[in-house]
Structures are given as C-alpha cells and as structure tokens.
C-alpha cells in the first residue's frame, strides 16, 4: 500500500484494473487502519475517475455474496447519502410505496455514516430482522413485494473498511459505490447521487450495462427529487431538467424535510407517513420519487399516472400493509 499511497499523493490516478485489485486487497485485511484511513482520504480530497469508480465497482460485485431474484423483475431505489441534508427516509419510503403499487423491490441498504438515521438503522427499528437467506428473501419479495438486502451481509470485502468509515462520519466513496452495488443485479434502478459530476460518471458506467436506470440529482444539493427545486434525470433515453411544477407540484422549504435527530425520530416520521399521516410536503415528495421508480419499470406509462399510483399505494394503506407484511414475513 505504501507504494500506491505515494502514487496517488503525487496526484496520480488509478487504472480501473489496479483500483479493482486495491479494493480485493482490502476485503482480504491485507492494509493497516491507518493505510486505510489515508487511501479513503485520497477520494475525499479530490475527485474520483470513472475507472477507479469502475474498478471499485468490479471488485465489489465480484467479492458480493449473490442473490439471486430473477423470478421477478425488481427495481432498486438507493441514494448515495452523503449530502448533509438530513431529511426524512425518502428513499425507503418510496422502496415501500413502489412496493405498495404492485412493482416488485429488492432494496439495497446499510447504516447511515455521515447520517443521523440510513435505511439500515430505520428498518431495524422498526423490527426487521437482517436476513442473508435468500429463500427467506425470496418470501419476502412473494408476499410483501419487497426484500431488504443489508450490505454488510452480502459485502464481506466491507468488514476491514466499515470501522474505518465509521470513526471519520464523512461521505467516501463508498457512498458512491452503494447503489451501483446490489448483490441481487436488479434489471431497473433509481438512484439518487449528491453531485452532478457524479450523475454524470454513473451515467457513463451506466450505459453500457443492460439496467433500465434513472439517475437523479437535485441542482440545490439534494440526492433524491426534494421538490425543493430543479432537479437532473439521466436515464435511458437522455437527460432531462425537470421542474417541480412539470410533474404537477408545489415547491416545497427544505425545513419540511427534516429526518430529526435520532433514529427513533426518524422511525416515527417514518411510520406515521406510510399510515398515511404524512404532510402534504412528505407525500408529494415520497410520491414523487416512488412514481419515478414506478415509471422507471412502466415506461409506456406516464410521469404523472405513475406519481398518482404512488400517492394512491400511500393513500389506500397498500404501502403500509407492504411494510407489515415483511415484518410479519
């Protein structure tokens, strides 16, 4: 490592294949805490490339224990995190109101690092219990029309790094990796990133793949649709800057979109939003990404048939039963 860490301090870049090898020298504990500390802070202090993000990706992928969920065609919905607003659950929340509106989900989550409340620590307050089986999966999916995949269960190459993460509480690319990283490959994926430099190399990554994908960032910060402004929608067929007004809404303050301060906060807004208690401001938002998602797998169907399904998979108690059900599961 000591070489590498001298290379990459003379503001040199990784190939993809050496950035893929680091990363499998990771997972097998071969770096010091201290090594690993400085090689996450390299990314921190500069931008990553597209080929050390893709060769990280490759080795994740590579190491990942598999699911596989192919009897259904799945969708993701994951953010990056990392962009210091600390709002609400929104993208879980919308995991369960696609859910809710018939497509199926295989969520891909971990604990917040530079969060109060990430969707891992939202769903096991509420009483999910972690699973790596992928039969007990495959239930879930069945009944509930979602499964939870934790990462840590599914990503041992993670166990050397996570401490590490843990301790500095900063976004590292790590929280670049997380979405491109579902261990179950789902065919459809919406994902949320904090720049639009980044949308633009997970675009790049993207288009050769086989995933039907929306990548969106919000031009006021936001890893997710926030309605709190214009937002970025690469995908498919092209980029598209979509206003909150073009899907038929009101703008919203970013103080609606508080998360609170603690994991309990956070697990009561959630729960009282699927019961469908939420504001006007928390169900358009939630409806707003959840119909994306919904879109995402429906493409014949329109933005705005796909943004009432959603509100009405919130408004019908289907969103709730789904979370229900996978407890009970």
Known sequence: MKEDLEYLFDHKTLTRDRAKALLVNIAEGQYNSSQLASFLTVFIMRSITVEELGGFRDALLELCVKVDLSDHETIDLCGTGGDGKDTFNISTLSSFVTAGAGVKVAKHGNYGVSSACGSS??????????????????????????CFLHA?????????????????????????????VNPSFPKNQVVGVFSL??????????QNSDKRYSIIHALDGYDEISL?????????????LISPEDLGMDRVRAADLSGGTSVEEAGKIFVEILKGNGTKTQNDVVAANAGMAINCVNQDKSMSDCIEMASESIKSGAAYKCLNTLLEV
Do not use: C
Not at 127 to 141: N, S, V
Not at 197 to 206: C, N, P, V
Not at 228 to 240: A, L, P, W, Y
């Open 197 to 206: 430099e980044l949308a633009r190399k997970y675009a790049y990554l993207y």
């Open 121 to 146: 620590n939202v769903i096991q307050y509420l009483g999910y219990d972690f699973t790596g089986d992928p039969d007990q999966l495959r239930k879930q999916i069945d009944k509930a029309g979602i």
């Open 152 to 180: 840590p269960m599914f990503h041992p190459a993670m166990k050397n790094i996570a401490p590490i993460r843990k301790e500095m509480g900063v976004k590292t690319f790590f929280n670049m990796l997380g979405p491109m």
């Open 228 to 240: 709190t402004g214009n937002f970025k929608v690469i995908s498919n067929s092209g980029e598209q």
